[in-house]
């Protein structure tokens, strides 16, 4: 039997061994992978925005809307030139594309084969509606009107052209009927038509049978129920008074 205060040898089997080699790896791996989950931690974040938000009545909140440019596709509009206002064109080039591109950003080409008058949008384009302004400018002067009043399409939202017959104000009218209708809206020297323009605050074009009126919804209708007076017989006299009275108003309005 061992003395008791004797010093006890150590055996094999108490001896701590150093754990294996690929123990070590297993627990380095391990320590990574969980670095790794604890960088990802606002996962749950994501799972929480993917559901539908709902305030104490129950009402849904949505989150504010961001600004995003939206994709525009290339639009083209061809105008047709009459043979008459292809000489009026070329003269005037140089006035008709600098609004088109400055203002309204939009490509231009004049297509001297086709008589035509070809717009295109591109990625500098702003606006939906600059394509079709900039095809109501370039129609507004192939019926005739002025450089100078045409370009007021592209700078007011307010202006429109409206065009009629005059034969569809009286259908009997013969050649000779035509011709005089044509007169008296006109007058001598264009004083009637200028003073239809002047009172209503418009533009009138003349274009053969064709009539065209160029100005605000309200001046138009104005105007145009003046020529057709002219045009069923009325007497020029009579057309002047009622345009005083219109002008008269138009001051009192404004």
């Known amino acids: 039997m061992p003395v ?4 006890l040898k150590p055996t094999p089997e108490s001896i701590p061994l150093p754990p294996p080699a690929h123990d ?24 929480d925005d993917t559901e539908m938000a709902v305030d104490e009545e129950g009402r849904p909140r949505f989150a504010p ?21 292809m000489s009026a064109l070329k003269t005037s080039w140089t006035k008709i594309y600098p609004p088109l591109v400055d203002h309204c950003k939009l490509q231009v080409r004049m297509n001297t084969k086709e008589k035509r008058v070809e717009l295109r949008s591109s990625k500098f384009t702003q606006s939906n509606e600059s394509l079709q302004m900039g095809a109501d400018f370039v129609s507004a002067f192939a019926m005739g009107f002025d450089i100078d009043d045409a370009i007021a399409l592209l700078r007011l939202d307010s202006l429109y052209i409206q065009s009629f017959d005059i034969k569809d104000v009286r259908q009997t009218l013969g050649p000779d009927a035509l011709g005089r209708a044509i007169g008296r809206i006109a007058g001598k020297d264009g004083k009637t038509k200028f003073a239809i323009e002047n009172a209503t ?24 129920e003046s020529i057709v007076s002219l045009v069923l017989g009325a007497q020029p006299g009579k057309v002047y008074n009622n345009l005083r009275i219109i002008a008269s108003r138009i001051k009192e309005r404004f």
């Open 65 to 85: 809307g961001k600004a995003v440019d939206p994709v525009r596709r290339v639009e083209t509009r061809k105008i047709p030139i009459p043979p008459n206002r």
């Open 201 to 224: 605050k418009t533009r009138i074009v003349l274009a053969g049978s064709r009539i065209h009126i160029l100005g605000a919804f309200e001046n138009i209708g104005m105007a145009r």
């Open 4 to 7: 008791p205060t004797a010093l």
């Open 24 to 47: 070590q790896d297993d627990e380095l791996l391990l320590d990574v992978q969980d670095s790794a989950m604890a960088e990802v931690a606002p996962a749950p974040e994501f799972a």
